[in-house]
């Protein structure tokens, strides 16, 4: 199990950028594959973005496809998402999540054998 610590939500206005960063406990951050998912009150989980061990694999929602940027940085156990020209639907608690799976696999079927943060706000005004 790894604990996540998601941080840099807050409030911007539309078309604005942020920056989430999740860092994860252990010494283990490699072989985790990683993402991010996001949640309105009242809706379901929707995926944002995930990304594979190395890195080298990465998938987005359509709702964020040339908006929204994965990475991660082994040496320092996080992973970012970078979030530009942002819009009033993308408001919601962002979540960064951790599975030994792959990161296709968590991208499809997330509540399976992964580890989640608290969650992080991002409120986008209009």
């Known amino acids: 199990q790894v604990q996540l610590v998601e941080s840099g939500g807050g409030l911007v206005q539309t078309g604005g950028s942020l920056r989430l960063s999740c860092a994860a406990s252990?010494?283990?951050?490699?072989?985790?594959?990683m993402g991010w998912f996001r949640q309105v009150p009242g809706k379901e989980r929707e995926f944002v973005s995930t990304i594979s061990r190395t890195g080298m694999l990465i998938y987005y929602g359509d709702s964020v496809k040339g908006r929204f940027t994965i990475s991660r940085d082994n040496a320092k156990n996080t992973v970012y998402l970078q979030m530009a020209n942002l819009k009033p639907e993308d408001t919601a608690v962002y979540y960064c999540?951790?599975?030994?799976?792959?990161?296709?696999?968590?991208?499809?079927?997330?509540?399976?054998?992964?580890?989640w943060g608290r969650g992080t706000q991002v409120t986008v005004s209009s």
């Open positions: 252990g010494r283990t951050f490699d072989s985790y594959a």
């Open positions: 999540a951790a599975t030994g799976r792959a990161a296709k696999e968590l991208s499809i079927a997330p509540e399976r054998s992964t580890d």
